[in-house]
């Protein structure tokens, strides 16, 4: 097979008024007493109604615009918003609310025109947003739009992690992503589990990716599985158990099926780490 690197494009007419755009969000949220909901809510309205971003307050209040037009208005301030995760017994409030904001601007601007399929300026705002919302960030972390999380504070991820396209992290029990994790289209990663029995009988387990992970299109990663180092889940597998190190694995549930060339000798034999579970 071929190697065939990315291609370097040149920058787009506009690419001033975008690096301007970043660097006003980048300066913002490095100040520590900076008004999150207050500014999520101004960036939004400069994006989606531009012609109210003056006047939002009086705006909201005014009973002479339609209901549905003061109703989104309103929406563009976390504040006037409710997210899932709130609802969760175990949300807490006080993280919760710091990245709320942020969360709703992400989830946001994936869904207005200067976003959709916007790659670079996308890019660039979300790696910008994530070290603001997860407990840890590495270095070049990638995410394409519509990624969505459940507390988001939860997470840990290691340099040159990438996450594509409607990709769900739930981080309610903790995701942890070591270096150059990839996680394709469509993937889901859980780290809580409910009981057969009793729905709201929830459990909380970390679910852990280690360095050089690849986890494939409509992959489904269940709570508290660990996929070891340079492990691969293959497209539309359920990984039910841990992956060993350099194991492909696919199925539902996923089993080994190769391990991959670049393994050493003796990954076929390979034990996992004394705190996964039992395998295949």
């Not at 494009?9 to 007493?33: G, H, K, N, Q």
């Not at 309205?45 to 002479?64: G, H, I, K, M, R």
Request: net charge neutral.
């Amino acid at each position: 097979m071929a190697i065939k690197p990315l291609r370097q494009l040149t920058p787009a007419p506009f690419a001033p008024v975008a690096d301007a755009w970043i660097e006003r969000i980048d300066a913002a949220l490095r100040d520590p007493s900076l008004d999150r909901p207050r500014f999520c809510r101004e960036i939004l309205c400069e994006l989606a109604y531009p012609q109210y971003a003056a006047n939002w307050e009086t705006a909201v209040a005014d009973s002479t615009l339609a209901a549905g037009t003061r109703l989104s208005l309103a929406a563009l301030d976390p504040r006037n918003v409710t997210l899932e995760p709130e609802y969760y017994a175990e949300c807490d409030d006080v993280k919760f609310q710091l990245v709320k904001p942020l969360l709703w601007l992400w989830y946001s601007f994936d869904r207005l025109p200067v976003g959709g399929q916007n790659v670079d300026l996308g890019v660039r705002l979300r790696r910008l947003l994530a070290p603001q919302i997860f407990k840890k960030c590495g270095e070049r972390f990638k995410a394409f739009q519509h990624v969505e999380f459940s507390f988001g504070y939860n997470i840990e991820c290691g340099d040159d992690v990438v996450v594509h396209r409607h990709v769900l992290l739930d981080d309610r029990g903790r995701i942890v992503m070591g270096h150059k994790v990839s996680i394709s289209d469509y993937a889901n990663i859980y780290s809580h589990t409910h009981s057969i029995v009793d729905q709201a009988d929830v459990t909380n387990v970390p679910t852990i990716l280690e360095d050089g992970v690849r986890i494939t299109y409509h992959a489904t990663i269940l709570a508290g599985v660990r996929v070891g180092t340079q492990g691969m889940v293959g497209a539309m597998a359920v990984a039910t158990k841990d992956v060993r190190p350099y194991h492909v694995n696919v199925g539902i549930p996923a089993k080994s099926v190769r391990v991959k060339p670049n393994a050493p000798t003796d990954s076929w034999n390979s034990s996992r780490t004394a705190n996964t579970k039992d395998g295949e």
